[in-house]
């Protein structure tokens, strides 16, 4: 993995992108900030032909993945891509924080033991009485929360993600949740991978079903065997 560009003084273009300069390179604001994570193909598929990121996602977009989750507080994942992609919360990991306006316990936090404080379930008002029983006895009732009304309110569930400590804030979609927080100015940085590949049909993007305008600036791109990886400022 090499580096083409970087917007922090010092860095030289074409240098061997080691463990040290990619925690520097994505490293969190001393602040904090809420970054997005996603990887996609040439054609701006954000999915392989199954339906999942693991299709087209490789290695080089795992170093990434697994770095961004290793320096971030907390992961924030809609239902849908919870159950698609299977992510469960294991003992070790950040919280991993589930939105889902059904109040749907996603499969993989069903299939093993699930560790007090590393799942939270964020439903809304008036969900599902007997869904929201179950969520409450599986995580604990201080890791259900009701946000909104009718939809999930995704600022508020940051400005409490923020009140308990949580100032790197890091998100995996889906694409509709992703879609959202950039309509409302929520996302302060974009990690996006893209790989060699070409895939058709009429798969989603990254952000899918909202429409935005956004610019961005680029903070670094790498290169690794014709996959790019970078970070923008949104």
């Known amino acids: 993995m090499r580096l083409l560009s970087s917007d922090l003084p010092g860095m030289t273009p074409g240098a061997a992108a080691d463990d040290a300069l990619l925690r520097q390179l994505y490293s969190f604001p001393e602040s904090g900030a809420v970054r997005s994570n996603f ?11 199954d339906g999942l990121t693991g299709s087209i996602n490789n290695a ?7 770095l961004n989750r290793e320096l971030a507080d907390v992961v924030v994942v809609g239902a849908a891509t919870l159950e698609a992609e299977g992510y469960g919360p294991s003992a070790g990991t950040k919280p991993l924080v589930g939105l889902s306006t059904r109040c749907l316990i996603p499969r993989g936090w069903l299939s093993e033991p699930v560790q007090q404080g590393l799942a939270i379930l964020v439903t809304v008002e008036g ?18 929360w009701t946000v909104g009304a009718g939809q999930v309110d995704v600022a508020q569930v940051l400005v409490r ?26 996302i302060d940085e974009l990690a996006l991978t893209w790989v060699p590949q070409l895939v058709g049909g009429g798969g989603p993007r ?5 429409d935005f305008t956004l610019d961005v600036r680029l903070r670094h791109l790498m290169e690794s065997d014709g996959t790019l990886l970078g970070l923008w400022a949104c």
Do not use: C, N, S, Y
């Open 39 to 49: 990887v996609a193909t040439l054609d701006g598929a954000g999915t392989g032909a």
């Open 60 to 66: 080089a977009d795992k170093v990434v993945f697994d």
């Open 206 to 210: 990254i952000a899918h079903g909202t």
């Open 127 to 144: 969900a599902e009485p007997k869904r929201l029983a179950q969520a409450r006895e599986l995580l604990g009732e201080e890791h259900v």
């Open 161 to 186: 993600l923020q009140q308990h400590g949580h100032r790197r804030i890091l998100t995996e979609g889906g694409p509709r949740v992703h879609a959202e927080l950039l309509r409302r100015g929520l």
